[in-house]
């Protein structure tokens, strides 16, 4: 009855013609993906075309299929992973008009669609839609303004909508459709969440899987029932370190440790890519005593093929797919069953239906809470709910096991109800204490020098430049952004927050007009997803 109800509403919307942005908030397993479906009908009979947004290169297959199965051959993709001749394929197909419906991820935005009803943005919370390159765009606010120029229809859908979209919402700015229930009414997983600082004292600060998840994996493979192990960081040791001296192996390019890897015996930076070999003595002091710290994905992987060595065991993160259509084959291999445990990182938690998943374990939930980003709690608490809802999405009710050693944060307490609202209220009041988004534009500025002490003058001079201007912003720093070191470059950050963008905007380009040479040096990044 709630999809019949939204997509009565919009299809009216959809034959009224127009602009129009629907906030489509449905938990998990409501069934939003029929209701794109219904939608995209409804436009197909108005001989409008539509446009599907997912977050993911590895969700576009099974989207696409969806489709497919309901429009035959007029559905186009786009995304980066196609070949060359495949892009130029599908996208001379879509300027000649010859597909109904094209799926693709944030570039897809740009696809020229000539006849433009409807453009949907499947989980239009996550941050991969934000390009972090240039030019920086984030293809959610792309598709709303591409909607309103063709005149049509743009549906967000989220079970855990942005805060900046569902602000919106309930301003009236965008219109609220809600689907409260999942699917036949099953009912969302039950969860359970352990407190790692107990199970540290009874077994040890090395523990990675907690006596309930080890039960609860043990269960489900007695049963022949799958499980998704989630733990947001991939390698297998965050750190190798020197026990007699007590560095770390640090990357020569970035400020941050390297990753151990264990499957190529390589230390590894996530950032610029430089890796090396395992070293048999410490490069600083010739100690011999090197040992490793922190997990990621593989270290959890080695452990549950430890726990149950005739698991069938596959791993979800970038060091596995890696090769063209990677992700894709994993995932099909675990949605045919061929894969009883699936471990991952946030690529696991995004979008897909296993109907034979009936538990979902998170390993060091709050990994992401100690970062320095105002948006770490709704980080945290978006994906928790995204990738707890994975769970018993077929007719076998699910669970949840979240492991933490903060269970009284906010974030991973409401995570665990499912409450949106609750989260939201809460955390709203921290961004207006605080003038953070969406009570407030923020603008990103970094400057990038060879010396820290060249990229501090000049960040100081833009700082100083940008407060002798009249205006209604607030200029924060300079101060060395959280990551001070990337890729061979110090880096001094500069924030900028005030009411109006456009104001912050040309303050900022006025200043660069003055002094191009620090210009070309700066990153200008305008509603940042992250400030790292």
Avoid at 126 to 149: F, I, L, T
Avoid at 277 to 305: K, N, Y
Avoid at 321 to 341: E, I, M, N, Q
Wanted: a positive charge.
């Amino acid at each position: 009855k709630d999809q019949a109800r939204v997509v009565a509403g919009l299809s009216d919307a959809l034959e009224d013609g127009g602009f129009g942005v629907c906030l489509l908030h449905g938990v998990t397993g409501s069934g939003k993906t029929e209701v794109y479906l219904q939608l995209a009908g409804a436009a197909a009979a108005t001989g409008r075309q539509t446009l599907i947004l997912v977050p993911e290169i590895g969700l576009t297959p099974v989207v696409a299929s969806r489709f497919r199965a309901r429009f035959g051959d007029r559905v186009a993709v786009q995304h980066s992973g196609l070949s060359d001749g495949a892009r130029h394929d599908q996208w001379h197909r879509i300027r000649r008009g010859e597909v109904d419906v094209v799926v693709g991820t944030r570039s897809a935005v740009f696809a020229p669609v000539q006849r433009l009803g409807l453009i949907v943005v499947d989980e239009e919370h996550d941050g991969s839609y934000k390009q972090e390159e240039s030019p920086r765009y984030h293809g959610r606010d792309v598709a709303v303004m591409r909607a309103k120029r063709a005149g049509a229809l743009a549906v967000l859908g989220s079970a855990t909508p942005s805060l900046e979209s569902y602000r919106h919402a309930l301003s009236g700015r965008y219109r609220l459709q809600a689907l409260p229930q999942r699917v036949e009414a099953r009912p969302l997983p039950t969860v359970r969440v352990v407190d790692m600082r107990d199970e540290f004292a009874d077994r040890g600060p090395d523990v990675v899987l907690s006596s309930a998840l080890e039960r609860a994996l043990a269960e489900r493979l007695e049963r022949r029932e799958q499980a998704l192990v989630l733990l947001n960081r991939r390698g297998f040791a965050t750190t190798v370190f020197c026990r007699q001296c007590g560095r770390s192996l640090e990357c020569p390019n970035c400020s941050v440790s390297l990753t151990f890897h264990r499957h190529e015996n390589r230390a590894r930076c996530h950032y610029c890519g430089y890796s090396r070999a395992r070293p048999g003595t410490c490069p600083d002091c010739g100690g011999g005593f090197l040992e490793q710290s922190g997990f990621g994905t593989e270290r959890v992987e080695a452990e549950i093929r430890a726990l149950s060595p005739d698991a069938r065991v596959g791993r979800l993160d970038r060091d596995t797919v890696r090769r063209k259509g990677g992700a894709a084959r994993l995932l099909g291999r675990f949605g045919s069953g061929a894969l009883d445990v699936l471990v991952g990182t946030q690529m696991v938690a995004k979008g897909h239906d296993f109907p034979r998943v009936t538990l979902v374990g998170v390993i060091s939930a709050d990994v992401g809470l100690g970062l320095a980003d105002f948006r770490t709690a709704e980080r945290t608490f978006q994906l928790l709910t995204q990738v707890a809802g994975r769970a018993g999405r077929g007719e076998t009710p699910g669970e949840a096991v979240i492991q933490t050693v903060h269970p009284d944060h906010y974030g991973i307490r409401y995570a665990c109800n499912q409450a949106y609202e609750p989260f939201f209220e809460e955390e709203r009041r921290y961004r207006t204490a605080m003038r953070y988004p969406p009570e407030s534009a923020l603008v990103s500025v970094i400057i990038r020098a060879k010396t820290a002490a060249q990229a501090m003058g000049d960040a100081g001079t833009l700082a100083s430049r940008l407060r002798q201007r009249p205006s209604h912003y607030q200029v924060l720093g300079p101060a060395p952004a959280p990551l001070s070191r990337l890729r061979g470059q110090h880096r001094v950050q500069t924030l900028v927050k005030g009411p109006h963008r456009r104001e912050m905007r040309e303050a900022i380009q006025a200043v660069f007009a003055d002094l191009p040479e620090i210009g070309r040096r700066a990153v200008v990044d305008v509603d940042p997803l992250s400030i790292l």
